[in-house]
Every structure is written in structure tokens, then in C-alpha cells.
């Protein structure tokens, strides 16, 4: 698997060609044929494993055009790798593991590990290309609040733009917009542009358009070619254009400088970078003749690699960059370096951790930006395609991916959106965006009954409110990827190598970290019932309204059918874990939380699902909170170590949760105490009779809280904080005795 970007439902490398090199195509699916389905990012890894079980890695750190050839051999289990490239100096590095996922953790090691994003970053984000001025913005941000959808992020495409130059505010339909996003932050909410990297080229004599003259003045812009240093002209959104070139050591400043021009008309949280493989729409190469060199690298090429005209919406292989590096060289990199500059800009100049969501990408961009999936299609084989897209991503180290929601080119209808909407909800980048000739599709588009009474509108509602739920883990487990490595979102071979069906139908089945299991029917609209694939062992229902038919033991692996409606998912925990949550519908229902900023007023509840043996029954996790801002996350942050103990056998005498907090140790929040310590499978235990009284042991004191309830809905034995705060920097365990 890996040489990523694909659009494909299989991450498994199968016989035939792919072509690497960054191009501004909408999501081609794969063919394995030449011409190749290039598309916006380059991730020359592969992984694989060997005959003795054990994993294996190969990264190629080449940017150059190339190809790569796959030929496996079914009776000898050999596969067969040739590559090609344009030239380049490459290193080949090589890495072994016991796990997939530890193979992933040696390759983050190499190219860097992926980039502490805000909290918010993992909140619901509305955009359109079409929303065409500040009184739409309003109504769109108005009309989520009237509907009781939760929103932290409000993006805009180019319509803001002055005549779609970068860096500039329409004055006209976009006036009062500095008002109106300062009334966003009053909200805990935030405002994203989009920024494309192409500078609109004018004539002085025609219009003064600063950031042109300024760059010019400073020769910052990439050069046509060797005997022309004039600079290349391409054709974007402003028609002439010019682009930064990031191996000028000017640029960075030049860059900064004019983002903060931007944002002082209106103070942006987040930056969202298109174009930048980077796009030349209109012309191939450069759009003037006499910028064309006088003998064309492409022409002396002995092998082209994808099988077309590298130069399609591209730069001219000859332009010339500050470093004496030629675009034949330096053009997948581009993207990548737009976002490092940019990243740069945030943790230097702003003192805050970067949101940037972007497009074109190479090895490493991780460490910098993060990504969402590109122009995609409002079908259900690319709702699909997100799933394996995302697991993809999260391997090449950009564990925050998402696709559009809904769908960006075509219309959607009704269930393909409300289920693309159940499928984003566990996007870690969760965002709805189209196009501005398509239909209209904010979630209140879809106000009509899907069945039992229950409309469109009720499903994606609900989703929206699933992923409060979550958020707490969410954070916790990328965190977790961004100091040690490894993917988050996963496809299920990467907990359960051994197991043969955990390769099969990778779109329906996702591991988010190591304890939960999800089951979504991604892969189109009228499909009420799914078979999801479950290793062997205990799993329990996250979301559970059927008491004690909420866990069931799987004796041995296989599919499990499941019902599918729009409104249905199968997250399950897994035996032996405990995960941070928030009841996030009980929140947005009783207390109208609508941000991820909201849900850091509210304590923290675990859920866990013991893994018992003949000695002890034992679950273990992770919990890490911090204010979801700081750039000191080293040292401004609680990590805690979560370990659940209680003997074997029904009717446990003693039931314990132990926590071990380092970092800050001081509460930051409400996120540091403790809502709900909730058992899972509780009957099965003998938790369902009889009392437990709890106590929480609070800086060496023990503290007497409520007696624990058991939820015959849940299945669950539930011990309260209630109206003691429990502060968990000073807790080392929680206790529930039974009583005689």
C-alpha cells in the first residue's frame, strides 16, 4: 500500500501504473493505466508485509515526475517494483516493524510528525463557492443557530476577493466583513479564506495592485526561464499571474507581510491554501511565447513519466527559481513549501498554532498544514473514496483530512447528503462545501422525511451532535499522533495484521486509534444493511440505547449484518480500553453548546469496557487536555494515564480507576474534572445488583461522592462527579466498593 495521492477504494498497490506528480485534476480514480491519475499530492512511500508477518517501509524522497510499476505474483507471494523518474537525486530509506502501524511511526520519525492543530480544528465548518457577500455569511451563521446545528468554522472561497486578487477584500459586497468576523470570535467561532498563491500580474499604468509591484520590486516571483528572468506568467482566478517563488529568502517576509495586510481588514483564525501544486488553469507551461525557452527541457527527456504533458495546468519545466532549481525539479514541492512559509507565519508572527487546510502536498507537509481531499463528486463511490482518502492521509502523516461533505461538483440529493453526514461526522476535517452551480446544501436544504418520522435534516443534526461526543478523543488521540507518530484514522489491518478479513472493504470499516471500531456505510444511498467485519472478542455499542444487546462477544472473526438506515453507524469499544467522551447531544440539547470552545465549560466523562482474563478483568487510555490554543502544549497541557482494575467473576467486591497526571498538573479547564466513570457490559459482571459507593482519593484526601447507578438502557454502571468537583490533576484513582 501507500504512493499516495489515489482516489481508490483499495489502499493496496494492485498490478499496473501510478504516476506521481503534482496536478490540479479533480479527484481522478485510479486506473493503474497511462495516461496516469496523477493528482494534487506526492507520497513516494510504500508498505507492505514480508513472509515472516513483519512490515516493511520504502520512502523514495524524490520530487521529481515519476512512475512507478507494480506487478505482484499471486503463487509466489513476490512483488515485483520498478520506478522511473525525470532525474533528481533520491534517498531511499528503509524501515521494518512489527505492526503497519509501527512502520507508520518509523516513516513520521523521518519526515516529521504532523502539526499540533487547535481543538477547533476538529469542529463543524461550513463554506460554498457562491457565498457572495457579508449579508449571505450572516444569513448562512444565522441559520445554523435557528436550526440548533452545531458550527465553529465559517470559510470563504474566492467571491471575497477583490476581483479575485489575492490578499484583497471586495469593498462592495464585502464591506463590514472585519465587523463580521470579530461578531464570529465573540462566539468562540473563527473565519477561514481561501488563499491562492498566484499574484494577479497589472500593468502600473493600468492599476497599482501592491502586492504585484511590491514582489517585483523585490524579485520574489519565479523567472520565466535561464535567459529570461522576467517572471513566469501563468493564468488563475485574476487572469495574469505571477507566483512567489519560497527558495527566495525574501519571500517569507514578502509572504507574512501581506497575509497581516489581509488580516487587518479581517482577522482571520486559519488560512486555507488552493491552487498550489502549482495551478496554471488556462495555459500549459507559460501563457506568452516569448517566455518559453528557446530549447524546452520536456523535448530532451528520454522518458516522461505519466504519460502526458507535465506541463498541463502547470509551470513551465524551464522557470527558474532563486536557488538555480528549475521547475522540471522543484514543481510537487511547492505546495509544500507554500505551506511551510505559512505555517511560519502563524507560530512566528502570530504566536499561534496554524489551521491550515491545503491542497498540493509532498513527504513531510505534515509537520506543517493539514489537508482536505481536493474537488471531489457528489456520488456515493466518492463518499467512498473519503474513507480510504482520509486512512491514506493519515499514513503520509496528515492525520487532520477530510473530504467535502455532501460532495463539491454535482448535485447532491437528500440521503446522499444526510449519509455523507453520518460518514463526516468521524472525519477528523469535518466540512460541507460546493459549487456555486449546484444545489444549495447547508443542512436546512433537507427538511423532508427520510422515514419513521425522522427527516434529513434530523440525521445530519444528530451526526453534528455524534462528533461533540467525541471531540474529547478525538483531541486526545491526535495528540497522541503528533508527538509519537502513527495514524489515527486507520483501516482495520492496522490493529489486526493477522487477521485476513481486516483487509476486505476498507470503506466500511475504520479504526480511530486502537480502542474504537467504526462501522459506516460509505459507499452509496439505499443500502439499509451492511456486513461490517469484527475481530474476535468483546465489543461494546459507544452510543448504546439497546441495554444489554449493546455489547456482544464475536467467538470468531467475521462480518456481522448490520442495519444500515442513513441515520446508522456501529461504533464500537473495544475490549481492554477507556476513552475520554462528552455527551455531546445532551449538551447542544440542554445547555445549546455549539463550538468546540463551548464543550471545555463541561467535565470530562471515560467509558470503559474492561478486557477480562482468568486473573483480572483490566482496561487502560489515554486522556490529554490542554486550553486547545497554546503553542507551550510541551509543558501547558495535563496528560493522564488512565488504568480500570476489578476482580474476575460477577458481583466485584471493588471497582478502581486509576490516574497518573504529568505535564501541568493544574487545571485548565472544566475538561480537567471529572463528569461520568462509566462500566460497560455491566450485567454481565454483576454490576446490575446491589449498591457501589464511590469515592474519589483528591490530593491524598478520599472524597465520598454519590453512590453509582446502573443504567439498564446503557448497560452501564455509573459513578458521578455530581455537584463535587473532582478535580483530576489531584486525582489518583476512583474507587466504587461494593456494599454488603
Not at 461578531?183 to 501592491?210: C, N
Not at 482495520?492 to 456505510?521: C, R, T
Not at 452501564?716 to 483530576?728: H, M, N, P, Q, V
Request: aromatic letters at 12%.
Amino acid at each position: 500500500m501507500g504512493l499516495a495521492e489515489q482516489t481508490t477504494s483499495n489502499l493496496f498497490l494492485q498490478d499496473g501504473l501510478y504516476s506521481l506528480w503534482t496536478l490540479d485534476a479533480a479527484n481522478p480514480v485510479e486506473t493503474r493505466k497511462a495516461p496516469g491519475s496523477n493528482a494534487y499530492g506526492v507520497h513516494p512511500f510504500l508498505m507492505g508485509a514480508a513472509t515472516d508477518g513483519t512490515w516493511f517501509g520504502v520512502f523514495a524522497n524524490l520530487a521529481a515526475a515519476q512512475d512507478w510499476r507494480i506487478n505482484n505474483d499471486a503463487e509466489s507471494g513476490k512483488v515485483a517494483i520498478a520506478t522511473m523518474a525525470t532525474g533528481g537525486v533520491g534517498d531511499l530509506r528503509f524501515m521494518t516493524g512489527a505492526t503497519p502501524d509501527a512502520v507508520t511511526r518509523a516513516y513520521h520519525t523521518i519526515v516529521g510528525k504532523p502539526v499540533v492543530t487547535p481543538q477547533w480544528a476538529l469542529g463543524w465548518n461550513q463554506c460554498r463557492w457562491g457565498y457572495r457577500n457579508t449579508t449571505e455569511l450572516e444569513s448562512i451563521v444565522a441559520q445554523y443557530a435557528t436550526n440548533n446545528l452545531t458550527l465553529d468554522t465559517i470559510w470563504s472561497d474566492i467571491d471575497y476577493m477583490h476581483d479575485y486578487k489575492v490578499f484583497t477584500v471586495d469593498p462592495d459586497n464585502f464591506a463590514g466583513l472585519g465587523a463580521f468576523v470579530s461578531g464570529l470570535a465573540a462566539k468562540d467561532m473563527h473565519w477561514i479564506p481561501i488563499i491562492d498563491p498566484g499574484v494577479a500580474q497589472r500593468l502600473p499604468s493600468v492599476e497599482i495592485y501592491e502586492p504585484y509591484t511590491d514582489g517585483l520590486a523585490q524579485g520574489i516571483f519565479i523567472s520565466a526561464n535561464a535567459d529570461n528572468t522576467a517572471p513566469l506568467t501563468g493564468s488563475v482566478w485574476a487572469d495574469d499571474a505571477v507566483f512567489p517563488d519560497w527558495h527566495n529568502p525574501k519571500t517569507a517576509a514578502y509572504w507574512s507581510k501581506w497575509l497581516g495586510t489581509l488580516r487587518a481588514i479581517a482577522p482571520f483564525d486559519g488560512l486555507w491554501l488552493d491552487m498550489n501544486e502549482a495551478s496554471n488553469m488556462l495555459c500549459t507551461g507559460t501563457c506568452y511565447d516569448d517566455q518559453k525557452a528557446a530549447s524546452p527541457s520536456q523535448w530532451k527527456l528520454p522518458y516522461i513519466p505519466t504519460g502526458r504533458n507535465l506541463e498541463d495546468k502547470g509551470l513551465s519545466l524551464d522557470a527558474v527559481h532563486a536557488s538555480g532549481v528549475t521547475e522540471l525539479d522543484a514543481h510537487s514541492l511547492f505546495g509544500t513549501e507554500e505551506t511551510k512559509t505559512t505555517h511560519d507565519y502563524f507560530t512566528t508572527t502570530l504566536k499561534q498554532r496554524p489551521m491550515i487546510i491545503e491542497r498540493s502536498s509532498f513527504a513531510g507537509m505534515g509537520k506543517y498544514g493539514s489537508r482536505w481531499l481536493g474537488d471531489n463528486f457528489s456520488t456515493g463511490e466518492y463518499m467512498g473514496y473519503s474513507v480510504t482518502g482520509i486512512m491514506a492521509h493519515n499514513v503520509a502523516g496528515i492525520p487532520l483530512a477530510g473530504a467535502d461533505i455532501c460532495g463539491f461538483i454535482g448535485n447532491t440529493t437528500a440521503e446522499l447528503c444526510a449519509r455523507w453526514y453520518v460518514v463526516g461526522a468521524f472525519y477528523p476535517f469535518s466540512r460541507n462545501h460546493n459549487s456555486w452551480d449546484t444545489v444549495a446544501q447547508e443542512p436546512w436544504n433537507f427538511d423532508t422525511v427520510y422515514q419513521r418520522s425522522v427527516t434529513y435534516l434530523d440525521i445530519i443534526r444528530n451526526a453534528m451532535r455524534t462528533k461533540l461526543h467525541l471531540i474529547r478523543y478525538y483531541y486526545t488521540q491526535l495528540s497522541l499522533v503528533q508527538t509519537q507518530g502513527g495514524a489515527f484514522y486507520k483501516p482495520l489491518f492496522f490493529e489486526f495484521p493477522d487477521e485476513a478479513g481486516a483487509y476486505a472493504d476498507q470503506e466500511l470499516n475504520v479504526m480511530l486509534g486502537s480502542g474504537v471500531k467504526l462501522g459506516v456505510q460509505s459507499t452509496g444511498t439505499g443500502i439499509d444493511t451492511t456486513n461490517y467485519y469484527f475481530p474476535a472478542g468483546l465489543w461494546c455499542e459507544i452510543i448504546n440505547r439497546k441495554g444489554v444487546d449493546g455489547c456482544f462477544t464475536q467467538a470468531s472473526s467475521g462480518t456481522v449484518p448490520t442495519s444500515s438506515l442513513a441515520f446508522e453507524f456501529a461504533l464500537h469499544l473495544r475490549a481492554g480500553y477507556i476513552i475520554p467522551m462528552q455527551d455531546g447531544a445532551t449538551l447542544a440539547e440542554e445547555h445549546q453548546v455549539s463550538t468546540t470552545a463551548a464543550l471545555q465549560r463541561y467535565p470530562v466523562d471515560f467509558h470503559v469496557l474492561p478486557d477480562c482474563t482468568a486473573n483480572a478483568c483490566t482496561a487502560s487510555g489515554d486522556y490529554i487536555n490542554d486550553d486547545g490554543l497554546t503553542l507551550d502544549w510541551a509543558t501547558e497541557r495535563n496528560t493522564y494515564a488512565l488504568a480500570y482494575t476489578q476482580p474476575t467473576g460477577t458481583t466485584p467486591a471493588t471497582l478502581t480507576l486509576s490516574l497518573t497526571a504529568t505535564g501541568k498538573k493544574a487545571k485548565i479547564n472544566e475538561n480537567d474534572v471529572l463528569g461520568m466513570f462509566e462500566i460497560y457490559n455491566a450485567k454481565a459482571y454483576g454490576l446490575d445488583t446491589g449498591v457501589y459507593s464511590a469515592s474519589a482519593m483528591v490530593a491524598g484526601t478520599a472524597t465520598p461522592l454519590d453512590d453509582a447507578v446502573y443504567v439498564a438502557s446503557s448497560d452501564r454502571l455509573t459513578a458521578s462527579g455530581g455537584a463535587k468537583e473532582i478535580d483530576l490533576t489531584q486525582t489518583t484513582s476512583i474507587t466504587l466498593t461494593r456494599k454488603a
